[in-house]
Structures are given as C-alpha cells and as structure tokens.
C-alpha cells in the first residue's frame, strides 16, 4: 500500500530543520514568548537612546565646566536654550496630535479643501473597501407587482422533487424547485427533505422553514401547494413509478432543456417527480428573470422557524460578550471531518498506522477513485499545489496570525467532528484560546429541542456565521457559498475570507521563508479577498456571487 507523504512533512518539522533564515525574521509557527523574548534584547534599547540624546541635550554648553571662563552667564544661556528646546518639542507634539485628529489642508485643482485622513491600516473587523461599492440587493419582490400566475387549473401540472443532501444542499434544490416550476408553467409540490446516507436525519420542509411565509412570498411568482393533490390517490407511485419519474437531467441543464424534455411529460402525466434534482439547473443559460427569483426564494422566502432564528440570536449574543463587554467575533467554517479529508484525496501530516487507516477508508468509500492506491501520491501534490486541498486546523491559526489576529480573538467554530479529533485542534486553540462551539455557548437542554433533527443544528451554525463581524472558510461547499453570497447580497459589507490556498501551500512549503515575508504575502494576497462584489462570467456560480442579476448600482 502507497504511503502518502507531503513534500515538506509538517509545519513544525519544515521550520525546524531549516539550515538557514533571516536574521530579522522568525518562522510562523515560533511561538510568542519567542517574539517576546527577542523584543526584550534588542541591540540598543530605546532607554539607550533616550539617555544618549539627552545627554549631548544637556551637556551643551559654549563652555566647558572646566573652562574658566565658565560662568553664571554661560549656565543662564544653556538653561535658555533647553527651555526653548523643551517648548518647541511640546509645540511639534500638539500639532501632531491635532493633526491626527482632525482634517487636514490638501490642494484639488487649485482649491484648498479639508481632506478627509486616509487610514494607514484598515480595521480586521471591516471589509476595508466596502465603502467603495455601491450595489445593493434588488430580487425582492416588490408590493404591488403585477402577478402573471395563471389560475391553478390552467397550469401545466405538478411539479414534486425530494430535496437531498445537507441542510445547504437542500436549500438550493429547493431555489431551483421554484425556478423550474416557473419555467414550465407548473404547480410546486412543497419539496420532501430526503433522507441522506450520511446526515440520517427525517427531517421536514416545515421542522426547518416557515412554510406560511414560503407560499406567501412567492404566491405572486409560482404556485405552491402543500401536498400532492388529493385526486392522485395512489401517492406511493409517485416515489416508486418510473412512468411518473424524470431521470438522467444533465447537470447544469439550461432552461430550454426542461421546455422540450420534461415539460411534455408533465402536461400527459399531470404529476411528475425530478430525480435526482442537484444542480440540475445552469446559471448563464436561462433568463435573467429566472435566476432573480432563485435569489428571491433564496435570501426572502426562505425563512428559518422563529425558534430557530432566537436561539441563534441568543449564541451570537453570548459570543458577542464573552468577555463581559460588548467585542467582535469571528465565525469559523473548519471542514476537516474525515469524510471531507478522504474525499478530497490530498495528503496530510500523520502517523503510518493515521495514514493506513485512511487508506483503508479511502479504499471502501471510493473504490472506483482509489484503485490500487499507486496513483494517489502525484494526485496529492497536484491538488495541494493548486490549492485544493483542506486546510489544516494548524495551518489556518497561522494564517489568521499573520493576517493580525490576537490571540484574544473570539472565534466561533462551526465543524463536524473534526479529523484526528484534539491533537489537531491542538495548533488552533494553542494560537487562539478564545474558541468555542455551540455546545460550549448553549447547555444540553437548551439544544436539545434541536438535536431531534441534524439539519436544525447546521441551521444554527449557518445563522451564527451569517451574522458574525468575521466569516472565515477553509474549504469549499455550499454552507461556505450560501454564507460568502448572502453576506454579500446586503451590501458587502461584513468581511468574508476565503483564504488562497494555493499561495498558503507554496509558503508552507519553503522552509527558508521567514515570518516576515510571510506576512507581507498574506496580507498582500487577501487584500481583495474579504467579499468584495466580483463581475460574473459565463457558468458563475450564483450562490456565492449574486452580482448580478440579483444586485443593481445604488443611485
């Protein structure tokens, strides 16, 4: 069995055995009683240097002491001109301070104007450039709006599709539900949240969503109904029937595919089911109007349960005043369960029983991709290099570190069960204390209403997310997307960091770079990394960047 292996086997042991580094620079992982340490033996100290001004300051005198003609009159004028010296200091120090407070005089075509003072390091909390933007969200159905919905008996029939996947995965099966209902012309059967392999959750559309405002808010767009029509009575055919089941949509289909393919079929057979119904529907190939209403199921018709929206209410509350006084957050998407470690096939620091216990997993899950395992190795280093693989817990503190961070930072954690469990988290708590889950905000009987069903508990942690100061991803996924296109539907306004991992990977690897300039390229690398609105392009992906159609220039 092929033992996978990272080029530069782990952080710790890349900047350990480094034969040479910069005088001036420590490494990312050296700790900060290190930096501590050096700060407090610098060559020349600033009492130093204080001393050795002041004391060429006092000693000036046109006389020596040993001179005789030193006199009372040479010691008036050295008194004079260190009171006028101290004078001027206090001068050039207010007039600092009042100019670091206040607007400052500047020249524009000839005109003295009061200009605004530039700030010289933008806030961690704040999108730096969010004042720079100008769009704003514009899918929301308007009151008063002419409805073209034509009578429930005129449609071209039911439409019915089981929503699978997780919580996010769902929610967009169902955005796309509504997209497609409106295409054909057809009645929406409310989505089925089906069963997945791995949630095993049997949780309903409305143990998650109010369904009221669901059918309301769209009423004027496509038709919902609750429940497979009453006339159709034998209901297990619906799910069972191959006559009343369309298979094998493309991913990605374009609207016109459903026109000629699915539509037909629907006005002979009155009620027909989707399956399977994932990214079943494009982006750049169907109306604009179409994807307008996917973003207004998306960010206005979907509602989470009110007791669902309090209790998140009540967890960003607490993270909000953790330390007693009212302080910023940042939330934390750390995907680095074992599903998502094997899955993605990349190679990661371990021990040789850790990595064969993931090749036996690997092999299980993933016959068909594993193979015989001889392959793996050069696919490891090809994804870590384009920077598609997970980041580690470790490696995310370390770039957070560089970015600014404190250690003081609350830091809100939304994750399954992380792979390789404490030892290593261990890298992240040690770099950021102020660490917490829901678990640790919340008590067991205050979660345990939600713990009936999975997709209510990932609905806490998305809420969490949505409205911390600071949204951080670590990989890919929907939950991510949902959270980056959302906070940037209401402005753009709340930072979101997608960390690049291809330059983190080339860095990680160069055991001869210091902190330093290591620093420089996070914090060069991500200046426009932080969700800003970016320009759409063919096959975009409308969840995380609803630019466009879903946004308009603020007039």
């Known amino acids: 069995m092929v033992e996978l292996r990272h080029p530069s086997s782990s952080l710790g042991s890349r900047v350990a055995s ?3 580094k910069r005088d001036e620079d420590t490494s990312p992982l050296i700790h900060d009683h290190f930096s501590q340490h050096v700060e407090d033996h610098p060559r020349h100290s600033s009492r130093d240097r204080e001393r050795s001004f002041w004391w060429q300051t006092y000693s000036f005198s046109p006389f020596s002491k040993d001179d005789p003609r030193f006199s009372q009159r040479g010691s ?6 260190l009171l006028f010296v101290a004078i001027a200091g206090l001068i050039s120090i207010f007039s600092i301070l009042h100019r670091l407070n206040s607007p400052y005089l500047c020249k524009k075509d000839g005109i003295v104007l009061h200009c605004p003072r530039v700030k010289e390091k933008p806030s961690l909390w704040e999108n730096p450039f969010s004042a720079t933007t100008s769009w704003k969200p514009c899918a929301e159905r308007r009151e008063g709006g002419i409805s073209d919905l034509p009578p429930e008996n005129e449609t071209s029939g039911y ?3 089981h929503a699978e996947g997780g919580l996010n995965q769902q929610r967009i099966a169902i955005c796309n539900a509504v997209a497609v209902a409106k295409i054909m012309n057809a009645t929406l059967i409310l989505p089925v949240l089906k069963q997945d392999q791995i949630w095993k959750d049997q949780t309903k559309f409305e143990d998650i969503f109010d369904v009221d405002h669901f059918i309301n808010y769209l009423k004027d767009d496509v038709r919902i109904v609750r429940d497979i029509p009453e006339w159709f009575t034998d209901k297990s055919e619906l799910f069972t029937s191959i006559r009343r089941t369309v298979k094998n949509i493309p991913k990605y289909a374009p609207a016109q595919f459903y026109i000629d ?4 079929r629907i006005k002979e057979k009155k009620i027909m089911s989707l399956k399977p119904f994932v990214d079943r529907l494009g982006y750049d190939n169907v109306p604009p109007e179409i994807n307008r209403l996917r973003c207004r199921v998306n960010y206005h018709a979907l509602k989470f349960l009110p007791e669902i929206e309090q209790m998140s209410d009540l967890l960003v509350s607490r993270m909000r005043n953790r330390t007693g006084s009212p302080n910023p957050y940042m939330a934390l998407h750390l995907r680095f369960e074992k599903g998502m470690v094997g899955l993605s096939f990349c190679d990661f620091v371990g021990t040789r029983e850790e990595k064969a216990r993931m090749a036996e997993y690997r092999q299980k899950e993933w016959p068909r991709r594993y193979k015989n395992g001889t392959h793996l190795w050069q696919l490891a280093l090809q994804k870590r290099k384009e920077g598609r693989c997970p980041l580690e817990p470790g490696e995310v503190a370390v770039i957070l570190r560089a970015m600014g ?4 930072t609350q830091i809100y954690v939304a ?3 992380v792979y390789g469990g404490q030892n290593r988290m261990a890298p992240l708590r040690n770099m950021f204390p102020n660490l917490v889950t829901k678990e640790e905000l919340a008590s067991k009987e205050e979660l345990a209403a939600f713990r009936k069903h999975v997709t209510s508990l990932a609905a806490l942690d998305f809420l969490v997310c949505l ?3 600071v949204f951080v991803m670590t990989h890919g996924g929907n939950f991510a997307k949902l959270i980056i296109g959302a906070r940037r539907y ?5 930072k979101s960091i997608k960390p690049d991992k291809g330059l983190m990977s080339k860095s990680f690897g160069d055991p001869y770079m210091g902190w330093a300039n290591f620093v420089e390229d996070v914090v060069i690398t991500h200046q426009t990394r932080t969700g800003l609105p970016e320009e759409t392009f063919p096959n975009y992906d409308l969840w995380e960047n609803p630019l466009t159609p879903c946004m308009c220039k603020a007039r």
Do not use: A, C, T, W
Not at 405 to 408: D, M, S, T, V
């Open 76 to 81: 008036r004028i050295s008194l004079f001109l």
């Open 261 to 264: 393919n699915v539509l037909p």
């Open 18 to 20: 480094s034969p040479m």
């Open 415 to 417: 994750s399954g069960q």
């Open 490 to 494: 209401v402005g753009h306004r709340q």
């Open 159 to 161: 439409l019915f599709i």
């Open 405 to 408: 961070y404190p250690k003081e």
């Open 467 to 469: 409205k911390s100061d």
